[in-house]
């Protein structure tokens, strides 16, 4: 299928691994020219050159915090007026207790989870409405909507952003600028790898069989976790000429875990 987004520029905060190394690459095969940010230069430089080759679109790395002015200034400064804007980040860290949570972890997490999107839809999103043609995805968090003590760091700071970019989405669709935010909950991405691989290492399994495990004992009716290429195609769907009249919908995709009538 022919998205119809072939030619648009693009920029994916966080793109170097996981759900937003997904999403790139699934909007790079696309033919969207992509700018792709990400704190790590080693791997962020190697994904671009492998999704480049790949798709033949143009890839431009940026090695930056996207959680701060700095970053973000350097990033927008390599595509300042982009018609799709994708953002993600490293989870931040679980939470065992409630009570153990500083003031210090949330400004952290508000920082990369919460003010970063909003500061790059501030910037980005009236030049799409003035040129009658946007798309904003953020990657947030199952926990956005299905809360879990575990996950607080993660799940409040976005609920904010589903509120807000629910708002700012029925201010600008009718400019043909069109908002959603995807809610994964337990993908293959690196730090589940790398958290995995340890474990099975440690019990002589593998890293499916854990994987597997673990899905089981989440009572994840799929039986496992997703796939992030999977879940880049969903992205680039909704960043698609396809998604005109989806608008401000915050859409979990965690395997059938947690489920709402509405």
Not at 17 to 28: I, P, V
Not at 75 to 93: F, H, K, Q, Y
Not at 153 to 181: E, K
Not at 237 to 242: G, I, M, N, T
């Amino acid at each position: 299928m022919d998205l119809g987004i072939r030619g648009k520029k693009g920029i994916v905060n966080g793109g170097s691994a996981g759900l937003g190394m997904g999403s790139a690459r699934a909007l790079a095969r696309e033919g969207v020219d992509l700018v792709i940010s990400a704190r790590g230069e080693e791997r962020l430089v190697r994904v671009c050159k492998e999704i480049a080759e790949e798709t033949g679109s143009k890839i431009t790395p940026v090695v930056a915090d996207h959680s701060t002015e700095e970053g973000r200034k350097a990033i927008l400064a390599e595509c300042p007026e982009p018609d799709i804007l994708v953002g993600t980040c490293s989870p931040p860290t679980f939470t065992g207790d409630y009570r153990d949570i500083e003031p210090d972890d949330w400004y952290k997490s508000l920082a990369i989870t919460l003010i970063s999107p909003v500061e790059f839809m501030r910037a980005t999103v009236e030049g799409m409405a003035e040129r009658g043609w946007g798309r904003v995805v953020n990657i947030g968090t199952v926990a956005a909507k299905y809360p879990a003590e575990i996950r607080i760091l993660s799940g409040a700071p976005r609920a904010a952003l589903a509120n807000y970019t629910t708002a700012v989405s029925h201010r600008v669709a009718r400019d043909g600028v069109i908002i959603n935010n995807l809610l994964p909950g337990m993908y293959h991405t690196a730090t589940v790898f790398d958290l995995f691989s340890d474990t099975a290492k440690e019990q002589g399994l593998t890293y499916e069989e854990v994987a597997k495990a673990q899905a089981k004992k989440m009572h994840i009716p799929s039986g496992d976790f997703g796939d992030v290429d999977d879940f880049g195609a969903f992205t680039a769907l909704l960043c698609s000429e396809f998604a005109r009249y989806t608008v401000g919908q915050n859409i979990v995709m965690d395997g059938g875990l947690t489920n709402s009538t509405f």
